[in-house]
T-cell receptor, first 116, second 112 residues
Framework: AQSVAQPEDQVNVAEGNPLTVKCTYS??????LFWYVQYPNRGLQFLLK??????LVKGSYGFEAEFNKSQTSFHLKKPSALVSDSALYFC??????????????FGDGTTLTVKP | DAGVTQSPTHLIKTRGQQVTLRCSPK?????VSWYQQALGQGPQFIFQ???????QRGNFPDRFSGHQFPNYSSELNVNALLLGDSALYLC???????????FGPGTRLTVL
């Protein structure tokens, strides 16, 4: 079975400081990994994904994430946080075997608050 | 280019009733997935449709059923509603199975 853990319910950072939102995963095969952001009363928006290749993935709005196979982690990062980055962030994983096709598992989310 | 659209936006039902939620995928997308997002939790996978067939299903009872039409739009049906079915129901579309999903704004279902 596949699973995702986001160990922090909330992350608080000051504007201009770097931010990290943590994600660890468990799959039986090779993972497809995703980060999504959700603003109040809206659906999820895609930020970035790791399928294969370089471990450092760059995405929308200046976000990036680092895939670490040995630590089974896919932490979301941004060098300089903005107040407008404040939102709910979800990590998701898909296992690659076809028998699991389509089933994405999401973490419970991390609320990021960036203070001016 | 319209993104993923869902209807209705909000819905209030009573226990035991049945409900149908609708989703139109992003133009060009052929795969539709449905998720239930309870308050304070991440989306939980209900099922996915591709080529008008249910390809994968999450841990949801048979009261949850769906359909995909030839134009790739989809419906989620829930029978015999329970209070615990109150949640935000999200539809997501994608092209190819491993690509990112595009989510609709969701349908907020309240069961009284």
């Amino acid at each position: 079975a596949q699973s995702v853990a986001q160990p922090e319910d909330q992350v608080n950072v000051a504007e201009g400081n770097p931010l990290t939102v943590k994600c660890t995963y468990s799959v039986s095969g090779n993972p497809y990994l995703f980060w999504y952001v959700q603003y109040p009363n809206r659906g999820l928006q895609f930020l970035l994904k790791y399928i294969t290749g370089d471990n450092l993935v760059k995405g929308s709005y200046g976000f990036e994430a680092e895939f670490n196979k040995s630590q089974t982690s896919f932490h979301l990062k941004k060098p300089s946080a903005l107040v407008s980055d404040s939102a709910l962030y979800f990590c998701a994983v898909r296992d690659t075997p076809y028998t699991n096709a389509g089933k994405s598992t999401f973490g419970d989310g991390t609320t990021l608050t960036v203070k001016p | 280019d319209a993104g993923v659209t869902q209807s209705p936006t909000h819905l209030i039902k009573t226990r035991g009733q049945q409900v149908t939620l609708r989703c139109s995928p992003k133009s060009g997308h052929d795969t539709v997935s449905w998720y239930q997002q309870a308050l304070g939790q991440g989306p939980q996978f209900i099922f996915q449709y591709y080529e008008e067939e249910e390809r994968q299903r999450g841990n949801f009872p048979d009261r949850f059923s769906g359909h995909q039409f030839p134009n790739y739009s989809s419906e989620l049906n829930v029978n015999a509603l329970l209070l615990g079915d109150s949640a935000l129901y999200l539809c997501a579309s994608s092209l190819e199975d491993y690509n990112e999903q595009f989510f609709g704004p969701g349908t907020r279902l309240t069961v009284l």
